[in-house]
């Protein structure tokens, strides 16, 4: 059974940059031809996708945010981390990391606030 | 990018009843890659309907999925408690975009 944690920083400071790490357990980021995502959910809001990892470490980015972004990933840890930079209010929601192009494993969400 | 809009925003039914759920896109969805989530308050989203009309592993025969092109729906032929959440369809053909949700809630 897959399963991803997601961890990091329950409080950035505005203009600073989110750190976001997901361990994935019962699989490998570095096969079966995966993609590895992160996607967020502002409070009482919908989804929007942040951007993918593939297995061969490739990546994609959501348009409205990719000058912020960075999906990086460490094989020897089994993980995947999302950097976002320049951070707001507008940032703050829960993020979720899920595997696949359709989402069929996710994290639990951890939420992320952008306050000084 | 490809706007997916889903209607109703809210759906008020009771239980054992049908609910039908839309989900239309800007343009065209490639290979009729849209999946459908079922999320419930403080849990991550769950997958019940990928490629538009399969259903995910473990998801009930009362869920099913149906449409191509532009237009797509989810049915559940009858209500269950634990059926009332909200409901969100992704499109995953063209980098990847959901629909703002469809709240089903109890009449």
């Known amino acids: 059974q897959v399963q991803l944690q997601e961890s990091g920083p329950g409080l950035v400071k505005p203009s600073e940059t989110l750190s976001l790490t997901c361990s994935v357990s019962g699989g490998s980021v570095n096969s079966g031809s995966y993609h590895w995502n992160w996607i967020r959910q502002p409070p009482g809001k919908g989804l929007e996708w942040i951007g993918y990892i593939y297995y061969s470490g490739d990546t994609k980015y959501n348009p409205s945010l990719k000058s912020r972004v960075t999906i990086s990933v460490d094989k020897s840890k089994n993980q995947f981390s999302l950097r976002l930079s320049s951070v707001t209010a507008a940032d703050t929601a829960v993020y979720y990391c899920?595997?696949?192009?359709?989402?069929?494993?996710w994290g639990q969400g951890t939420l992320v606030t952008v306050s000084s | 990018e490809i706007v997916l809009t889903q209607s109703p925003g809210t759906l008020s039914l009771s239980p054992g009843e049908r609910a039908t759920l839309s989900c239309r896109a800007s343009?065209?969805?490639?290979?009729?890659?849209l999946a459908w989530y079922q999320q419930k308050p403080g849990q991550a989203p769950r997958l019940l309907i990928y490629?538009?009309?399969s259903r995910a592993t473990g998801i009930p025969d009362n869920f099913s999925g149906s449409g191509s092109g532009t237009d797509f729906t989810l049915t559940i032929s009858r209500l269950e408690p634990e059926d009332f959440a909200v409901y969100y369809c992704?499109?995953?053909?063209?980098?990847?975009?959901f629909g703002q949700g469809t709240k089903v809630e109890i009449k």
């Open positions: 899920a595997r696949g192009r359709r989402y069929d494993y």
């Open positions: 343009q065209s969805v490639s290979g009729n890659y």
């Open positions: 992704q499109q995953y053909g063209s980098s990847s975009t």
């Open positions: 490629g538009a009309s």
